[in-house]
């Protein structure tokens, strides 16, 4: 089956760091995307891990660890716009994307 | 990035009625496009995927006949709710892909149904 966890909601303040985690139990792995979604909004691709270790763009990380079926995104110099759900998605082996919960993240001044 | 589009945006209908969805990719062909429902504070669930075509694959627990999916052409796939009922009442997201193999979802905007 299909399991993909992470947190249901994190707070934290602006500037800081944030690290949002998701473990996943899948049929197969092609691979584990980060999305940024808003309210009312479609989800936006922030990153995209195959390879274990940890891909940097700008603000914002995400590391893979494949052995543990273990994956995080680091949130650096947190803005107030930063607020919003973060999805992980894993890209199973019929290249279907399966989705966590999502994690709200509430960014205060 | 590539483009893709939903049309409406907002739709409100009455208990009943019939409502179609509208997806396009805009700057590519999508081989391969997905519906997904996405309930308030929840993730978005892969409601069917569609091949240009072909019939589409639902997933357990998704009626087919309710959830009309045509994917007739290499930029366009539609999403139709028939008799729809409250309990429809969600946010509709198509994504669309241009391979068979790996690539990344491009995703639409979304669609807000609200069936009264």
């Known amino acids: 089956g299909q399991n993909i966890d992470q947190p249901t909601e994190m707070t934290a303040t602006e500037g800081a760091i944030v690290q949002i985690n998701c473990t996943y139990q899948?049929?197969?792995?092609?691979?584990l995307f980060w999305y940024q979604q808003h309210a009312g909004e479609a989800p936006t691709f922030l990153s995209y891990?195959?390879?274990?270790g940890l891909e940097e763009k700008g603000r914002f990380s995400s590391f893979l660890s494949r052995s543990k079926g273990y994956s995080y995104l680091l949130l650096k110099e947190l803005q107030m716009k930063d607020s919003a759900s973060y999805l992980c998605a894993v890209n199973n082996a019929g290249n279907m994307l399966t989705f966590g919960g999502g994690t709200r993240l509430m960014v205060k001044p | 990035g590539a483009v893709v589009s939903q049309h409406p945006s907002r739709v409100i209908c009455k208990s009943g009625t019939s409502v179609k969805i509208e997806c396009r990719s805009l700057d590519f062909q999508a081989t391969t496009m997905f519906w997904y429902r996405q309930f308030p504070k929840q993730s978005l669930m892969l409601m069917a995927t569609s091949n240009e075509g072909s019939k589409a694959t639902y997933e357990q627990g998704v009626e087919k006949d309710k959830f009309l999916i045509n994917h007739a052409s290499l930029t366009l796939s539609t999403l139709t709710v028939t008799s729809a009922h409250p309990e429809d009442s969600s946010f509709y997201i198509c994504?669309?892909?241009?391979?068979?193999?790996?690539?990344?979802?491009?995703f639409g905007p979304g669609t807000r149904l609200t069936v009264l």
């Open positions: 994504s669309a892909r241009w391979g068979r193999e790996f690539n990344e979802q491009f």
């Open positions: 891990n195959v390879l274990d």
């Open positions: 899948t049929s197969g792995f092609n691979g």
